[in-house]
């Protein structure tokens, strides 16, 4: 897509928390729209970085100087962070900005916006369903969102146009938009991308146990071993504040995969377990037909 600010209907963007996704969506903007503007809130070293990659023009070391005067604020702090900042986000939103975030859990950051925005700004929930193993500035890149389902809060049918707007540029970077409400979202995700972080944890302290002194069975692992684990890599400060605001979700999908594990275990014998194996054959086929 060629390079024009006239498909993105935000003039000055500011991007609260420049790690891996605020410095990746600063640098997916600054290639496809290279002459907006764009100011990073976070920390001194953190900023000076985006900057230095391009992710960010500006930086600004106090959250309301950020905000003021951005049609379009987009927050990529932790939950926790995101949740204790939406008031003051609020307070310093010019008349019509619209605010979003990339909280991996909705409902509580959107109960926290309902009460934090009164005023004419607008805030719409928003989940990337793009990420890597790792985080910080260092590993941001224009392409993540690329391909990937982008998680709005709302309907697809929203008359306001700061919504439709940030909708068009999410495609415009290469994202589709998914409208769900906050429920059913954070649901769906308890499912697709937590338990599987939480199951890496799990398998991986499977095979620390079981590993002795002679580093068997962990020295005998291939690349299916690695490609299990790469979750593993995710460091607890990236998922500490979901399991604290998912915790109905994540508790139910573990139950769900107890219940399919000891399923697994009682037919290692059985002609049944073939059935199994042709059910997540065919969803692996599904996912890789969607990518």
Sequence with gaps: MPSTTSAVPFSRVAILGTGLIGGSFGLALRKHSPDISIVGFDRAETLQAARARGAVQEAAHDLAAAVRGADLVYVALPIGATIKALPAI????????????????KAVICRGAKTAFAGSARFLGGHPMAGKETSGIARADAGLFSGARYALIGSADDPDPRAQGFAALVRALGAE?????AETHDWAVGIVSHLPQLLAVALARVMQEETDETGLPVSLAGPGLQDMLRLAGSPYGLWRDVAHTNTENVARALDRLEQAVEHLRTRLTSKELEQEFLVANELYKQLKKAE
């Excluded at 939103?93 to 990339?102: E, F, I, P």
């Design 177 to 181: 938009p998914l409208w769900c409400d």
């Design 90 to 105: 609020a307070a310093a939103a010019a008349a019509g900005a619209l605010v979003t975030d990339t909280g991996s859990t």
